[in-house]
């Protein structure tokens, strides 16, 4: 493997917490009395290497630590903690504005852009009008840039990353604010920047996007690496953990000595797994559940097998009653059901099998147990399922 453009090892970050009513001063009090101002950490030993002609996304949650994580990287900020290492020429777009001056005017702030980065006059003037015609300013390049739109300023600020195209581009949600025309061409522009073996970094909270333009992810989480690896499966784990989140209610844990009054789900297992540990499918995969139910009277009690999203959406849901099924006795008490769903549909993302007890006349529910299951694959189809289909 080539030797890589970036290399970032166990970068920290903390932000002092100001007291607002001592202020500035009173910090200032307390480390000449020898008191350390408090902090909070919002980076804690994310390491991490971009390679050349890799693409790199990094995704979380509002305050996980992303834009810091750029700053980082990019010398905006210095780390608390730990190093960063830069062998290449890199392209940053950040926050909207930044490395602006403006009150000088989009044109002017090419030509200082441009200078920064070492560019002759001659190399200047022949870059200015691709930077121009990419932007698509019109008469407004010639006026101060704080009259500029958001979308405005994120126009001049890619237009220039993109007549530089540097070795390394690292850009934040920063496109998010665009027009909808811009962003499609930014997209195609980056595409063909990869093509052409550029190498990218992106922070975005859009998984299409990640997904689209990366074939590598970082999941951070409370200022810490929760996954990386292969883009489809950090992102579909990620929006799996969002799912959940909005999983209302919390049904009971499986008891296999349960002795009781009750019809009660005793054991259950997907694909020969035991439910509460990991069971991963592919998109197509078959999924099949083995169940045993307690009967408390020793009479065949009815199953209702349903398949949920991890936040609660139901898929599909069908009952023994109604597919006209008995269970197999397994001795006395209990009674085993057998349930295979053939070339599961489901699209990537965090599922449930859900299951209750009825009684043998299928009137009445006695209990809910769930078992966790997600599925991977690489797509980027939206929605719970994949349907058949023919395009002419």
Request: with cysteine; charged share 25%; aromatic share 6%.
């Amino acid at each position: 493997m080539s030797a890589p453009l970036l290399v970032a090892r166990g970068l920290c970050k903390a932000f002092p917490v100001h007291d607002p009513q001592r202020g500035s001063l009173g910090d200032l009090w307390r480390l000449l009395r020898g008191r350390p101002v408090p902090q909070v950490s919002v980076l804690e030993d994310v390491s991490l290497e971009v390679h050349p002609g890799q693409s790199l996304g990094i995704i979380g949650e509002n305050g996980a630590g992303k834009s810091t994580l750029l700053k980082l990287l990019t010398g905006v900020l210095s780390p608390t903690r730990g190093e960063v290492e830069v062998h290449c020429r890199v392209g940053a777009l950040l926050e909207l504005g930044a490395g602006f001056d403006r009150d000088l005017s989009g044109r002017q702030n090419i030509a200082l852009a441009a200078g920064l980065m070492g560019w002759s006059r001659e190399e200047i003037a022949a870059r200015e009008a691709q930077i121009l015609a990419f932007a698509e300013l019109g008469p407004h390049i010639d006026e101060p840039v704080k009259n500029y739109s958001s979308g405005m300023v994120v126009r001049l600020g890619f237009s220039i990353i993109a007549a530089v195209r540097p070795q390394l581009l690292i850009t934040d949600e920063a496109l998010a604010v665009g027009d909808e025309s811009f962003q499609k061409k930014c997209i195609r522009w980056m595409e063909d920047y990869l093509a052409g073996g550029g190498t990218l970094l992106l922070v975005s909270h859009s998984m299409y996007h990640v997904q689209k333009l990366c074939s590598q992810a970082i999941w951070l989480r409370q200022g810490r690496v929760e996954a990386r690896g292969d883009v489809f499966e950090v992102t579909q784990a990620y929006l799996a953990y969002h799912e959940r989140k909005d999983l209302d209610g919390t049904p009971h844990e499986l008891d296999a000595g349960y002795v009781g009054s009750e019809y009660r789900v005793t054991a259950l297992r997907l694909n020969g797994v035991a439910a509460g540990r990991p069971c991963r499918l592919e998109i197509g995969q078959d999924l099949e559940l083995a169940v045993e139910v307690y009967s408390p009277d020793r009479r065949p009690p009815q199953l209702s097998v349903a398949i949920v999203r991890a936040d609660g959406t139901p898929v599909y849901g069908t009952t023994s009653e109604i597919d006209r099924v008995q269970p197999e006795r397994i001795d006395a008490d209990h009674f085993g059901y057998r349930v295979r769903f053939q070339a599961l549909p489901l699209l990537p993302g965090g599922y449930a099998v859900r299951l209750h007890s009825l009684d043998p006349e299928g009137m009445r529910v006695f209990d809910t147990v769930e078992g966790a299951f997600s599925v991977g694959g690489r797509t980027r189809e939206v929605g719970l399922v994949r349907l058949p289909h023919r395009w002419s």
